[in-house]
């Protein structure tokens, strides 16, 4: 069974930057798609980004394209978040996820969620 772990939270300033990692045990990504999702207090879990782990392809949110950045080491069989210049509005628990269908933005669709990690952004 995959069992997913999410690090590198924290709290930092607006125009800051964190790298968050999605580090993967018991089974590998292999053919499917690892996603990132976040959640806001008193907000639905809404899709951040994701990556095809066999070929690489990424597709992100409208909100976080061009600060975010997906990548993948299959070695390490680890996921990263690059995150540069968040704001405030980027404050919430970051979860990390597996799905089949690969393209897809829905929560309902993956599964294998970690623990989540937060991030909190001052203005």
């Known amino acids: 069974q995959l069992q997913l772990v999410e690090s590198g939270g924290g709290l930092v300033h607006t125009g800051g930057s964190l790298r968050l990692s999605c580090a993967a045990s018991?089974?590998?990504?292999?053919?499917?798609?690892m996603g990132w999702f976040r959640q806001a207090p008193g907000k639905e879990r809404e899709f951040v980004a994701a990556i095809m782990w066999t070929v690489g392809a990424s597709y992100y949110a409208d909100s976080v394209k061009g600060r975010f950045t997906i990548s993948r080491d299959n070695a390490q069989n680890t996921g990263y978040l690059q995150m540069n210049n968040l704001k405030p509005e980027d404050t919430a628990v970051y979860y990390c996820?597996?799905?089949?269908?690969?393209?897809?933005?829905?929560?309902?669709?993956?599964?294998?969620w970690g623990q989540g990690t937060q991030v909190t952004v001052s203005s």
């Open positions: 996820a597996k799905t089949n269908r690969a393209g897809s933005r829905m929560p309902a669709d993956f599964g294998s």
């Open positions: 018991g089974r590998t990504f292999s053919s499917a798609t």
